[in-house]
């Protein structure tokens, strides 16, 4: 059931501190929303904190991750 309240942000949960995590919280706290990021392991990050990839590079010179 989703319930509407009146003039009233709701409080937001989001499951999952991966990029897809962080980049919601970004967006949410640039919206002024009461938010929190849970994620079942004990840091932000996702799929590039909780493994390694010994060897992998990017083929082309870049400091920044884009969202693709
Ligand atoms: C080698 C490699 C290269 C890649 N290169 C690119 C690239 O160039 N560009 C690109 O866009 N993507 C790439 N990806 C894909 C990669 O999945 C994304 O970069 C990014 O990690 C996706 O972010 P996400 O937040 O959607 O998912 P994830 O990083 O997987 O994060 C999901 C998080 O949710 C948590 N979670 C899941 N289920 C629950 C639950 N039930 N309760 C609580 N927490 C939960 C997990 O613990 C995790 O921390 C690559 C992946 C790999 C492995």
């Known amino acids: 059931m ?3 309240m009146a003039g ?3 409080k937001v ?3 999952g501190a991966g990029p897809g995590g962080i980049a919601m ?3 949410l706290a ?3 929303y009461d938010f929190t990021i849970f994620d079942r392991g004990d840091g932000f990050g ?3 904190r ?3 990839y010994p060897g992998a590079a990017c083929d082309v010179p870049s400091h920044f991750y884009s969202y693709s």
Request: glycine content about 20%.
């Open 2 to 4: 989703i319930a509407k």
């Open 8 to 10: 009233a942000k709701p």
């Open 13 to 15: 949960a989001v499951v």
């Open 25 to 27: 919280g970004i967006q």
């Open 30 to 32: 640039q919206g002024g």
């Open 46 to 48: 996702g799929t590039w």
């Open 50 to 52: 909780n493994n390694t």
